[in-house]
């Protein structure tokens, strides 16, 4: 069963950056689609940003477009969210998932969309405060 560990989360001013990490062991991203989502108190799980396979296709949702970027290292078995620009809305606990089925092309557009992913990790705290 493939597991994820989500890190880099934590306290940060307005107008500052984090980065997320996802990573998993004994298994190989590369063979997935990773996605992050993220879910506020009170509100429902929201897709953040996705990546294809090969990360030669990635998506965004409108909201953070411009402010993060979402990048992969296959060797190293790891997905990264770059999050600027960090505002208090986007305080929230954000989830990576994997989606094994998605077609292994360069271009193959990722889904932000949650019921694709098979596969999710615990998710990381990410408070946007001053």
């Known amino acids: 069963q493939l597991q994820l560990v989500e890190s880099g989360g934590g306290l940060v001013q307005p107008g500052g950056s984090l980065r997320l990490s996802c990573a998993a062991s004994?298994?190989?991203?590369?063979?997935?689609?990773i996605a992050w989502f993220r879910q506020a108190p009170g509100k429902e799980r929201e897709g953040v940003s996705c990546i294809n396979k090969s990360g030669g296709n990635t998506n965004y949702a409108d909201s953070v477009k411009g402010r993060f970027t979402i990048s992969r290292d296959n060797a190293k078995n790891i997905v990264y969210l770059q999050m600027n620009s960090l505002k208090p809305e986007d305080t929230a606990v954000y989830y990576c998932?994997?989606?094994?089925?998605?077609?292994?092309?360069?271009?193959?557009?990722?889904?932000?969309?949650?019921?694709?992913?098979?596969?999710w990790g615990q998710g990381t705290q990410v408070t946007v405060s001053s």
């Open positions: 004994e298994f190989t991203l590369g063979y997935y689609a």
């Open positions: 998932a994997a989606d094994p089925f998605l077609i292994t092309t360069v271009q193959a557009m990722c889904s932000l969309t949650s019921t694709v992913y098979d596969h």
